[in-house]
């Protein structure tokens, strides 16, 4: 017989999962959300060769047929793949722990802080996928904190490509943690905004300054060992982006990437489900979270990638 005796699907503690998030993670601000109804399936991609951006001559005479046009249909599949960690919580911590630990609900949040981390560390290197980024990156050769370097003018030229070739307008400005430290800083920042807010430059000086709706900042790191010795590295490396992100993403709407999250998997509530059973052979109770989600590059002509900005 199995250890497990008994398996269920605990709505209070999805709740739990669902509601925590560490500030740090920009991931659903970047990539929205789309609840699907099945793990695997296709969505369709409208004009991907944005014929309706193409001149046709329509000019019609009297008694005559007007020019036929039509757009091109294509598709692309997902997967939502099952992402989950378990954790164990002994008999005798549960017994003896006093306010304000909390076992389950602290073992919760544990556990979707990492699978946050996982969703943001995918993220990245979607975006940083250079097959992806094939027309709309840079490699830096100048630091945006150089003297004589203009980084609004850097951000400019971008937009303008943006537009060009998405015929959208970007409306996010995204900063690693190093890049946005080293930008307040910068001499042709503050040059800029030295009578603003006392001289502090935040995240909202810099999204007027750049004429974005919003700058978000990624302050995510990740941990990583040599030698013993804890070594942490920004998940969003030196980098910094512009996009185009849709607030209410749709099927015609353009984004850059979108996460298919199974909302109907067994169990869950917006692709979330936590589930508890007994380990009686280790007098434990187990606990594991799990979202299914997959990541998918939909226009990369809607977003810039600044590589090694500092």
Not at 11 to 36: C, H, K, Q, W
Not at 78 to 87: E, K, P, R
Not at 115 to 136: V, Y
Not at 155 to 175: C, F, G, K, M, S
Request: glycine share 4%.
């Amino acid at each position: 017989m199995p250890d497990i005796s008994s398996v269920h699907f605990d709505v209070a503690l999805t709740n739990v999962s669902i509601a925590y998030r560490n500030m740090g993670f920009i991931a659903r601000d970047i990539a929205p959300e789309i609840l699907v109804r099945r793990q695997s399936d296709r969505f369709f991609v409208y004009d991907p060769d944005r014929s309706s951006m193409r001149e046709r001559a329509d000019l019609r005479a009297p008694g005559t047929e007007a020019a036929e046009v039509d757009f091109a249909l294509s598709s692309d599949t997902y997967f939502c793949d099952g992402h989950a960690l378990a954790g164990i919580i002994p008999d005798e911590e549960r017994e003896n722990s006093d306010s304000p630990l909390r076992p389950q609900i602290d073992r919760v949040e544990y556990l979707s802080d990492r699978l946050l981390l996982g969703q943001e560390l995918a993220l990245a290197r979607t975006l940083t996928d250079t097959a992806f980024a094939t027309n709309n990156s840079t490699n830096e050769t100048t630091l945006w904190t150089a003297e004589d370097f203009d980084p609004v003018a850097r951000v400019e030229t971008a937009r303008q490509t943006i537009i060009q070739n998405a015929q959208v307008v970007p409306n996010t400005l995204v900063l690693s943690q190093p890049v946005y430290s080293a930008l307040r800083n910068a001499a042709a920042v503050t040059d800029r905004v030295k009578y603003s807010r006392l001289g502090v430059i935040g995240t909202e000086d810099l999204a007027a300054l750049f004429d974005v709706e919003r700058v978000l900042i990624g302050r995510a790191v990740v941990q990583t060992t040599v030698d013993d010795e804890a070594v942490f590295s920004p998940v969003w490396g030196r980098d910094a982006f512009l996009m185009h992100v849709p607030t209410r993403p749709s099927l015609k709407s353009i984004s850059p990437v979108l996460t298919f999250v199974w909302g109907q998997a067994a169990g869950s509530m917006r692709g979330w489900s936590v589930d508890t059973w007994r380990e009686e052979r280790r007098k434990s109770t187990a606990v594991r979270v799990q979202k299914y989600y997959d990541i998918r590059q939909v226009a990369s002509s809607a977003f810039y990638w600044f590589k090694n900005a500092v």
